[in-house]
């Protein structure tokens, strides 16, 4: 049976209605800007609820029984920051590098490379190619808010990924990578530098997807000098940490819960940053509540 078929099956869409959000799907998206840490802006891309609800069913239905890199820890259940940095914690060296405008450099010319081989029909992969990607001025592109993105960009990325594992794994270097942050480190000295002109070398030579480094968030460090990865910090004892200038703002946001001062909205946030706090330094949780009494911690974790 075709993707189309079950698609008709499962979701409460008639034929006709399939073939007009097939055709306008590219253009269902709500776009607006937010700003970036750098001060520049990052274009947002939501798709309507009626294409929302298909890119869910084909996640769930299609794209998760294609496989996903472990290197890639990003978007996936069960794995979190803590899981990106754990692999170079005990490590001397840290290479950081990051692709530029990742999402949309991911085209619909990359799924239809990537499912070539695969047993579907070209009916189903042109649906696919509609229902995944966005319409912009360069064509059709992932689209950061999109709900399929972020498991359709692991699933494309799977062979670079493997690539770029298997140079690292020959010398002995840990590779992870968090959406388009790639992490390497080792103990050897003077080995990232290959690593790097290596990682450059591989996407100059892969024509799908066509992804470049952007070369002003590169960042070499090591153990002396301190390393972070993906906003976690390593200390030189090999911990995993929230970093102190986070634990500084977490301590005053907890003195003004105390005072009354936050709203509903600032208290949901600082609760959902405790419950990232448990599951990365939860040590920490326990000095805070000697600071602020066992109650206060209470009534902002569940089960502490």
């Not at 979190?80 to 005990?90: A, Y």
């Not at 799977?158 to 080792?186: K, M, P």
């Not at 301590?251 to 990232?276: C, D, M, P, S, W």
């Given at each position: 049976?075709?993707?189309?078929?079950?698609?008709?099956?499962?979701?409460?869409?008639?034929?006709?209605?399939?073939?007009?959000?097939?055709?306008?799907?590219?253009?269902?998206?709500?776009?607006?800007?937010?700003?970036?840490?750098?001060?520049?802006?990052?274009?947002i891309a939501q798709p309507t609820p009626e294409v929302k609800?298909?890119?869910?069913?084909?996640?769930?239905?299609?794209?998760?029984?294609?496989?996903?890199?472990?290197?890639?820890?990003?978007?996936?259940?069960?794995?979190?920051?803590?899981?990106?940095?754990?692999?170079?914690?005990?490590?001397?060296?840290?290479?950081?590098?990051?692709?530029?405008?990742?999402?949309?450099?991911?085209?619909?010319?990359?799924?239809?490379?990537?499912?070539?081989?695969?047993?579907?029909?070209?009916?189903?992969?042109?649906?696919?190619?509609?229902?995944?990607?966005?319409?912009?001025?360069?064509?059709?592109?992932?689209?950061?808010?999109?709900?399929?993105?972020?498991?359709?960009?692991?699933?494309?990325?799977?062979?670079?990924?493997?690539?770029?594992?298997?140079?690292?794994?020959?010398?002995?270097?840990?590779?992870?990578?968090?959406?388009?942050?790639?992490?390497?480190?080792?103990?050897?000295?003077?080995?990232?530098?290959?690593?790097?002109?290596?990682?450059?070398?591989?996407?100059?030579?892969?024509?799908?997807?066509?992804?470049?480094?952007?070369?002003?968030?590169?960042?070499?460090?090591?153990?002396?000098?301190?390393?972070?990865?993906?906003?976690?910090?390593?200390?030189?004892?090999?911990?995993?940490?929230?970093?102190?200038?986070?634990?500084?703002?977490?301590?005053?946001?907890?003195?003004?819960?105390?005072?009354?001062?936050?709203?509903?909205?600032?208290?949901?946030?600082?609760?959902?940053?405790?419950?990232?706090?448990?599951?990365?330094?939860?040590?920490?949780?326990?000095?805070?509540?000697?600071?602020?009494?066992?109650?206060?911690?209470?009534?902002?974790?569940?089960?502490?």
């Amino acid at each position: 049976m075709s993707l189309r078929s079950k698609i008709l099956i499962d979701l409460p869409f008639t034929e006709r209605e399939l073939n007009l959000l097939i055709i306008s799907a590219p253009r269902r998206y709500k776009e607006y800007w937010i700003p970036k840490r750098n001060g520049r802006q990052r274009l947002i891309a939501q798709p309507t609820p009626e294409v929302k609800l298909l890119q869910r069913w084909l996640v769930q239905n299609y794209l998760s029984g294609f496989p996903v890199h472990a290197a890639a820890t990003a978007y996936r259940q069960g794995i979190g920051l803590k899981d990106n940095v754990l692999p170079h914690m005990r490590n001397r060296y840290l290479l950081k590098l990051d692709f530029e405008d990742f999402f949309p450099s991911l085209k619909s010319s990359d799924l239809l490379n990537f499912l070539k081989d695969a047993s579907i029909d070209q009916v189903d992969i042109n649906m696919l190619a509609q229902l995944l990607f966005r319409k912009s001025e360069l064509g059709l592109e992932l689209a950061v808010g999109a709900p399929s993105s972020p498991h359709l960009s692991n699933i494309l990325m799977y062979e670079l990924d493997d690539r770029i594992n298997g140079f690292c794994t020959e010398n002995d270097i840990a590779y992870t990578r968090y959406a388009d942050d790639l992490t390497f480190s080792t103990s050897k000295p003077h080995v990232l530098r290959g690593c790097h002109q290596f990682v450059t070398r591989v996407l100059a030579e892969t024509a799908s997807p066509k992804l470049r480094l952007n070369a002003e968030k590169t960042v070499e460090t090591s153990k002396k000098r301190g390393r972070r990865v993906t906003g976690l910090s390593i200390s030189t004892e090999s911990k995993i940490s929230i970093g102190r200038d986070k634990k500084r703002d977490l301590r005053v946001l907890v003195h003004r819960f105390t005072k009354g001062e936050l709203n509903a909205n600032e208290i949901q946030k600082l609760r959902g940053y405790f419950a990232f706090l448990r599951s990365v330094e939860p040590e920490h949780l326990d000095r805070l509540a000697k600071s602020f009494g066992v109650e206060v911690l209470l009534a902002l974790t569940e089960g502490f």
